[in-house]
């Protein structure tokens, strides 16, 4: 069995890769997806494409749709979407991609620090599994497609 795994979330933090490095470790035959994490480009996506705006509202507004096209894309192709929680900003596109997976019924594995377990107690309910670090989503991901526990 193989996996496509949409990884969602913080940027700011080498998460992903524990995540992409310890799939291949272990052998895991797991397809990974993600944002685009380069935040001038993220931001500016939208101008960069389309044209410049006078305010940051529509260029804000013009990026954050281009965005969509690929994260819904991506989302909606995941057999897993995994969302990262991360400790420096309020990642409300975060919360909207765990959102839209749940709606489409996608198994969703939220990732975050237990000092954020109140705030994100909707977004955990929706998940499958809450975990605290990267290196027991990788463990989630073996236990799916071996049925080994880790150890």
């Known amino acids: 069995m193989s ?8 940027i700011h933090t080498d998460w992903r890769d524990v995540i992409e490095k310890g799939a291949r470790a272990a052998g895991l035959d797991v ?3 993600a944002p685009v994490t380069d935040h001038d ?4 996506c939208g101008v960069a494409i389309l044209g410049a705006e006078e305010t940051g509202f529509w260029k804000d507004h013009k990026g954050a749709k281009l965005n969509a096209i690929r994260t819904r894309t991506l989302i909606e192709q995941a ?3 995994v969302v990262r929680f991360g400790e ?3 990642q409300w596109n975060a919360a ?3 959102g839209y997976a749940a709606a489409l019924g996608t198994p969703l594995v939220v990732l975050h620090a237990p000092e954020h377990t109140h705030a994100l107690k909707e977004v955990d309910g929706a998940a499958l599994a809450v975990a605290e670090t990267p290196e027991q989503v990788v463990d989630i991901l073996c236990y799916v497609l071996t049925g080994k526990l880790p150890g």
């Open 41 to 44: 480009a993220s931001d500016d």
């Open 79 to 81: 057999d897993v979407v």
């Open 3 to 10: 996996l496509s795994v949409y990884l969602s979330g913080e």
């Open 88 to 90: 420096k900003y309020k």
């Open 96 to 98: 909207f991609d765990a």
């Open 31 to 33: 397809d990974f997806s």
